[in-house]
Protein backbone atom coordinates (compact mmCIF):
# COMPACT_ATOMS: atom_id res chain seq x y z
CA UNK A 1 0.00 0.00 0.00
CA UNK A 2 1.63 3.47 -1.03
CA UNK A 3 1.46 6.65 1.02
CA UNK A 4 -1.04 7.98 -1.70
CA UNK A 5 -3.35 5.45 -0.79
CA UNK A 6 -3.69 6.40 2.87
CA UNK A 7 -3.70 10.34 2.48
CA UNK A 8 -5.07 11.86 5.23
CA UNK A 9 -8.72 10.91 5.60
CA UNK A 10 -8.56 8.69 3.05
CA UNK A 11 -9.90 5.07 3.41
CA UNK A 12 -7.59 2.30 1.57
CA UNK A 13 -9.07 1.05 -1.70
CA UNK A 14 -6.52 -1.66 -3.09
CA UNK A 15 -8.53 -3.94 -1.41
CA UNK A 16 -5.38 -5.09 0.97
CA UNK A 17 -5.81 -5.21 4.76
CA UNK A 18 -5.04 -1.37 5.65
CA UNK A 19 -3.19 -2.38 9.41
CA UNK A 20 -2.77 1.38 9.50
CA UNK A 21 -4.53 3.30 7.50
CA UNK A 22 -5.96 6.98 9.05
CA UNK A 23 -9.56 5.72 10.24
CA UNK A 24 -7.13 3.60 12.69
CA UNK A 25 -5.29 6.32 14.40
CA UNK A 26 -7.44 7.90 17.51
CA UNK A 27 -8.26 11.73 17.27
CA UNK A 28 -7.08 12.19 20.82
CA UNK A 29 -6.15 9.39 22.79
CA UNK A 30 -6.62 9.98 26.29
CA UNK A 31 -5.82 6.82 27.75
CA UNK A 32 -2.47 8.28 29.42
CA UNK A 33 -4.39 11.10 30.67
CA UNK A 34 -4.00 11.63 34.79
CA UNK A 35 -7.57 12.46 35.45
CA UNK A 36 -7.58 10.76 38.73
CA UNK A 37 -4.87 13.47 39.94
CA UNK A 38 -6.07 16.13 41.91
CA UNK A 39 -5.93 19.84 40.29
CA UNK A 40 -2.58 22.18 41.39
CA UNK A 41 -3.03 25.00 43.06
CA UNK A 42 -3.29 26.90 39.56
CA UNK A 43 -5.57 24.37 37.77
CA UNK A 44 -5.13 21.17 35.13
CA UNK A 45 -3.23 21.35 32.31
CA UNK A 46 -2.67 19.24 29.15
CA UNK A 47 -0.22 20.06 26.93
CA UNK A 48 0.16 20.32 22.67
CA UNK A 49 2.80 20.76 19.98
CA UNK A 50 2.21 20.39 16.85
CA UNK A 51 4.84 20.21 13.42
CA UNK A 52 5.91 18.61 10.56
CA UNK A 53 7.42 15.64 12.15
CA UNK A 54 8.91 14.51 9.14
CA UNK A 55 10.02 12.26 11.08
CA UNK A 56 9.32 12.56 14.53
CA UNK A 57 12.56 12.38 16.85
CA UNK A 58 13.55 12.69 20.92
CA UNK A 59 13.85 16.50 20.86
CA UNK A 60 9.81 16.84 20.12
CA UNK A 61 9.18 14.49 23.13
CA UNK A 62 12.20 16.14 24.94
CA UNK A 63 10.21 19.79 24.53
CA UNK A 64 6.89 18.65 26.07
CA UNK A 65 8.90 17.12 29.40
CA UNK A 66 10.46 20.43 30.13
CA UNK A 67 6.99 22.22 29.15
CA UNK A 68 5.70 20.06 31.84
CA UNK A 69 8.59 20.98 34.31
CA UNK A 70 7.56 24.70 33.74
CA UNK A 71 4.24 24.17 34.48
CA UNK A 72 4.27 21.96 37.43
CA UNK A 73 6.47 24.86 39.23
CA UNK A 74 4.41 27.22 39.00
CA UNK A 75 1.33 25.24 40.71
CA UNK A 76 -0.35 23.73 37.33
CA UNK A 77 -0.82 20.29 37.16
CA UNK A 78 -0.13 18.70 33.64
CA UNK A 79 -1.86 15.71 33.02
CA UNK A 80 -0.97 14.39 29.84
CA UNK A 81 0.64 15.96 26.84
CA UNK A 82 0.22 15.44 22.51
CA UNK A 83 2.21 15.25 19.20
CA UNK A 84 -0.33 16.46 16.42
CA UNK A 85 1.99 15.45 13.51
CA UNK A 86 1.04 18.20 10.83
CA UNK A 87 -1.38 17.62 7.84
CA UNK A 88 -0.36 15.52 4.37
CA UNK A 89 -1.06 19.17 2.74
CA UNK A 90 0.44 21.11 5.36
CA UNK A 91 3.44 19.19 4.18
CA UNK A 92 3.73 18.30 0.70
CA UNK A 93 3.53 22.70 0.75
CA UNK A 94 7.15 22.87 2.95
CA UNK A 95 8.82 20.47 1.54
CA UNK A 96 7.99 21.19 -2.12
CA UNK A 97 9.94 24.47 -1.05
CA UNK A 98 12.60 22.74 0.51
CA UNK A 99 13.35 20.41 -1.96
CA UNK A 100 13.05 17.26 0.54
CA UNK A 101 11.59 14.46 1.15
CA UNK A 102 7.56 14.43 2.31
CA UNK A 103 6.53 11.12 4.93
CA UNK A 104 2.98 10.48 4.54
CA UNK A 105 0.90 10.97 7.70
CA UNK A 106 0.12 7.60 8.45
CA UNK A 107 3.79 7.15 8.25
CA UNK A 108 4.16 9.90 10.70
CA UNK A 109 1.63 8.91 13.13
CA UNK A 110 3.06 5.24 13.20
CA UNK A 111 6.94 6.01 14.01
CA UNK A 112 5.30 8.79 16.33
CA UNK A 113 3.04 6.05 18.19
CA UNK A 114 5.93 3.91 18.63
CA UNK A 115 8.30 6.11 19.66
CA UNK A 116 6.05 7.42 23.06
CA UNK A 117 4.72 3.62 23.23
CA UNK A 118 6.62 3.74 26.64
CA UNK A 119 6.37 7.22 27.60
CA UNK A 120 4.07 8.20 30.77
CA UNK A 121 3.17 11.50 29.42
CA UNK A 122 3.26 11.66 25.53
CA UNK A 123 0.48 10.36 22.82
CA UNK A 124 0.15 11.12 19.94
CA UNK A 125 -3.01 13.02 18.25
CA UNK A 126 -4.05 11.76 14.65
CA UNK A 127 -6.86 14.84 14.32
CA UNK A 128 -5.20 17.39 12.93
CA UNK A 129 -3.43 14.86 9.91
CA UNK A 130 -7.11 13.41 9.66
CA UNK A 131 -9.03 16.67 8.71
CA UNK A 132 -9.88 16.70 5.05
CA UNK A 133 -9.12 19.55 2.62
CA UNK A 134 -6.73 22.47 3.69
CA UNK A 135 -4.52 22.14 6.78
CA UNK A 136 -5.56 23.27 9.93
CA UNK A 137 -3.42 26.14 11.66
CA UNK A 138 -1.90 25.53 15.09
CA UNK A 139 -4.64 27.62 16.76
CA UNK A 140 -7.02 25.05 15.44
CA UNK A 141 -5.75 22.05 16.32
CA UNK A 142 -5.23 23.56 20.08
CA UNK A 143 -9.29 24.82 19.83
CA UNK A 144 -10.54 21.06 18.50
CA UNK A 145 -7.80 19.44 21.59
CA UNK A 146 -9.59 21.81 23.61
CA UNK A 147 -12.88 20.91 22.45
CA UNK A 148 -12.37 17.49 23.52
CA UNK A 149 -11.01 17.93 26.82
CA UNK A 150 -14.12 19.99 27.94
CA UNK A 151 -16.32 17.16 26.28
CA UNK A 152 -14.87 14.20 28.70
CA UNK A 153 -17.28 13.66 32.16
CA UNK A 154 -14.10 13.95 34.44
CA UNK A 155 -14.95 17.50 33.49
CA UNK A 156 -17.86 18.07 35.36
CA UNK A 157 -16.30 17.06 38.78
CA UNK A 158 -12.80 17.97 38.22
CA UNK A 159 -13.31 21.52 36.82
CA UNK A 160 -12.19 22.57 33.49
CA UNK A 161 -8.53 21.54 32.29
CA UNK A 162 -6.54 23.77 29.97
CA UNK A 163 -5.27 23.28 26.79
CA UNK A 164 -1.48 24.72 26.71
CA UNK A 165 0.21 24.94 23.30
CA UNK A 166 4.39 24.12 23.34
CA UNK A 167 6.64 25.53 20.67
CA UNK A 168 9.82 26.40 19.89
CA UNK A 169 11.77 29.83 20.52
CA UNK A 170 11.84 30.03 16.67
CA UNK A 171 8.21 29.45 16.07
CA UNK A 172 7.09 31.96 19.17
CA UNK A 173 9.09 34.49 17.56
CA UNK A 174 7.65 34.17 14.19
CA UNK A 175 3.86 33.75 14.95
CA UNK A 176 4.24 36.18 17.70
CA UNK A 177 3.08 33.99 20.74
CA UNK A 178 4.65 35.78 23.34
CA UNK A 179 1.04 37.29 24.67
CA UNK A 180 0.33 33.66 25.12
CA UNK A 181 -2.52 34.26 22.75
CA UNK A 182 -3.19 30.14 21.78
CA UNK A 183 -5.01 27.74 23.38
CA UNK A 184 -4.96 28.71 27.34
CA UNK A 185 -1.65 29.58 27.22
CA UNK A 186 1.99 29.06 25.50
CA UNK A 187 5.22 27.47 26.91
CA UNK A 188 8.07 28.26 24.76
CA UNK A 189 10.85 25.74 25.12
CA UNK A 190 14.06 27.49 23.41
CA UNK A 191 17.43 25.64 22.51
CA UNK A 192 20.86 27.55 24.15
CA UNK A 193 22.03 30.66 23.02
CA UNK A 194 18.49 31.08 20.66
CA UNK A 195 16.96 34.97 20.70
CA UNK A 196 13.83 35.86 21.84
CA UNK A 197 11.73 38.49 21.15
CA UNK A 198 9.72 38.02 24.13
CA UNK A 199 9.75 36.95 27.92
CA UNK A 200 8.07 35.35 29.80
CA UNK A 201 5.08 36.83 31.65
CA UNK A 202 2.74 34.17 33.51
CA UNK A 203 -0.10 37.23 34.05
CA UNK A 204 -0.52 37.01 30.21
CA UNK A 205 -0.36 33.18 30.23
CA UNK A 206 3.19 32.77 28.70
CA UNK A 207 6.15 30.49 30.10
CA UNK A 208 9.74 29.64 29.38
CA UNK A 209 11.16 26.49 29.84
CA UNK A 210 14.61 25.76 30.64
CA UNK A 211 16.54 25.50 27.45
CA UNK A 212 16.84 22.17 25.63
CA UNK A 213 20.36 20.51 26.05
CA UNK A 214 22.84 20.67 23.71
CA UNK A 215 22.53 17.36 22.70
CA UNK A 216 18.62 17.95 21.80
CA UNK A 217 18.89 20.85 20.58
CA UNK A 218 21.12 19.35 18.11
CA UNK A 219 18.28 17.05 17.23
CA UNK A 220 16.32 18.18 13.52
CA UNK A 221 14.25 16.01 11.15
CA UNK A 222 16.51 17.47 8.39
CA UNK A 223 19.34 15.55 9.92
CA UNK A 224 17.68 12.87 11.20
CA UNK A 225 16.27 11.84 7.21
CA UNK A 226 19.87 12.34 6.13
CA UNK A 227 21.45 9.94 8.72
CA UNK A 228 18.85 7.50 7.80
CA UNK A 229 20.05 7.87 4.00
CA UNK A 230 23.24 7.35 4.50
CA UNK A 231 23.20 4.81 7.27
CA UNK A 232 24.69 6.45 9.77
CA UNK A 233 23.44 4.32 13.24
CA UNK A 234 24.98 6.65 16.00
CA UNK A 235 23.40 9.20 14.51
CA UNK A 236 19.67 7.89 14.00
CA UNK A 237 20.06 6.17 17.48
CA UNK A 238 20.81 9.29 19.40
CA UNK A 239 17.76 10.95 17.61
CA UNK A 240 15.11 8.60 18.64
CA UNK A 241 13.88 5.57 20.82
CA UNK A 242 14.70 1.96 20.26
CA UNK A 243 11.68 1.22 18.96
CA UNK A 244 11.32 3.76 16.20
CA UNK A 245 14.36 2.80 15.55
CA UNK A 246 13.42 -0.61 14.59
CA UNK A 247 10.27 0.44 12.48
CA UNK A 248 12.24 3.37 10.61
CA UNK A 249 15.22 1.21 9.66
CA UNK A 250 14.14 -2.65 9.60
CA UNK A 251 10.28 -3.02 9.00
CA UNK A 252 8.95 -5.87 8.71
CA UNK A 253 7.30 -7.65 5.80
CA UNK A 254 3.83 -5.92 6.20
CA UNK A 255 5.05 -2.89 7.52
CA UNK A 256 7.26 -2.52 3.99
CA UNK A 257 4.50 -3.09 2.13
CA UNK A 258 2.38 -0.46 4.00
CA UNK A 259 4.63 2.07 3.64
CA UNK A 260 6.43 1.10 0.47
CA UNK A 261 6.45 4.91 -0.79
CA UNK A 262 8.20 5.93 2.87
CA UNK A 263 10.45 3.66 2.26
CA UNK A 264 11.72 4.32 -0.90
CA UNK A 265 12.27 7.57 0.18
CA UNK A 266 14.36 6.78 3.01
CA UNK A 267 16.31 4.42 0.91
CA UNK A 268 15.18 1.37 2.72
CA UNK A 269 15.31 -1.63 0.88
CA UNK A 270 12.47 -4.24 1.01
CA UNK A 271 13.37 -7.09 3.15
CA UNK A 272 14.04 -10.09 1.49
CA UNK A 273 11.59 -11.87 2.87
CA UNK A 274 8.59 -9.30 1.63
CA UNK A 275 6.67 -10.24 -1.09
CA UNK A 276 5.20 -7.98 -3.42
Known sequence: ISAQDTRAGEPCTNGRS????????EPWPFQKL????????????VLLTTGAMNPLHQGHIVMLHQA????EADGIAVLGAFLSPSHDNYILQKTKRARTLALSATFRLHVAQQAVRGD??????AWEAQQRGGWPDFPEVCAALQLALDSLPETQVRGRIECFYV????HANKCMLWNGDVGDGVVVVPRMGDRLYGSEDTSRRCYVATPTSDNTAALSSTRLRAAIQQRDAVSIE????????????????????????????LGIKQPQCANT
Open 120 to 125: PLVSVG
Open 167 to 170: CGSD
Open 68 to 71: CDRL
Open 238 to 265: DALSPAAVSILLHPGPEEYLQFQQDYLQ
Open 34 to 45: DLQRKPGPKGSA
Open 18 to 25: CLYSMQEF
